[in-house]
């Protein structure tokens, strides 16, 4: 019987993807950051890699339902700050 692969479903598109697809942000005491091993503890929302997708995750302020919390500008700058860092790299 094949292994059963996880699926989670990105904020901004709704798709359903295997959790390697997903660029992970992460909620932990230091604040949000992506977490692109997916191995950060901490509460946890999936993007998609795609640009589009986290262009319109962080301009519709998508992260707030995630987290039921209301990000700070702040928050949101960082993060695609973080994500321009990991486009570059990857």
Do not use: H, Q, W
Not at 16 to 44: C, H, P, Q, W, Y
């Amino acid at each position: 019987m094949p292994k059963k692969i996880p699926l989670r479903m990105c904020v901004a598109c709704r798709g359903m993807f295997e959790k390697k697809e997903l660029l992970r942000v992460v909620r932990n005491a230091d604040g949000f950051s992506i977490d692109a091993t997916g191995k950060k503890s901490g509460r946890g929302a999936y993007v998609c890699k795609k640009p589009e997708c986290f262009e319109k995750c962080l301009k519709k302020r998508l992260l707030d339902k995630a987290f039921d919390e209301k990000l700070s500008d702040e928050a949101y700058k960082s993060l695609g700050e973080e994500y321009a860092k990991y486009r570059e790299n990857n």
